[in-house]
């Protein structure tokens, strides 16, 4: 089965940088649109940014273009580059990815979270 492992999370300062990545695994012939998203405690998931398979990324508009994402299909991962981090960036940040594992079925997969926690 796919399976997608997000890493990178940890404890940082405000104005520090982190890169996350997630990585897909399993029976995938394809991968579609992979994004970011992110809950912090008592809000809804968020979108951060999607990428689709050609490259062309889309970003919510208030992260002001502190969120660089970027894909390797090759490698079938993708990666969140957060600079200038907040601490309103604190999240369980989510790696979604749609997978098709037979031609012309596609579903959507999410990995168990990394944890982002900003110090002030």
């Known amino acids: 089965q796919v399976q997608l492992v997000e890493s990178g999370g940890g404890l940082v300062q405000a104005g520090g940088s982190l890169r996350l990545s997630c990585a897909a695994s399993?029976?995938?012939?394809?991968?579609?649109?992979m994004g970011w998203y992110r809950q912090a405690p008592g809000k809804q998931r968020e979108l951060v940014a999607y990428?689709?398979?050609?490259?062309?990324?889309n970003y919510a508009t208030s992260l002001k273009g502190r969120f660089t994402i970027s894909r390797d299909n090759a490698k079938n991962t993708v990666s969140l580059q957060i600079d200038s981090l907040k601490p309103d960036d604190t999240a369980v940040y989510y790696c979604?990815?749609?997978?098709?594992?037979?031609?012309?079925?596609?579903?959507?997969?999410w990995g168990q979270g990394t944890q982002v926690t900003v110090s002030s």
């Open positions: 399993g029976t995938i012939l394809n991968i579609n649109v």
């Open positions: 990428i689709a398979s050609d490259g062309s990324a």
């Open positions: 979604n990815a749609q997978i098709s594992a037979t031609s012309g079925y596609w579903n959507a997969y």
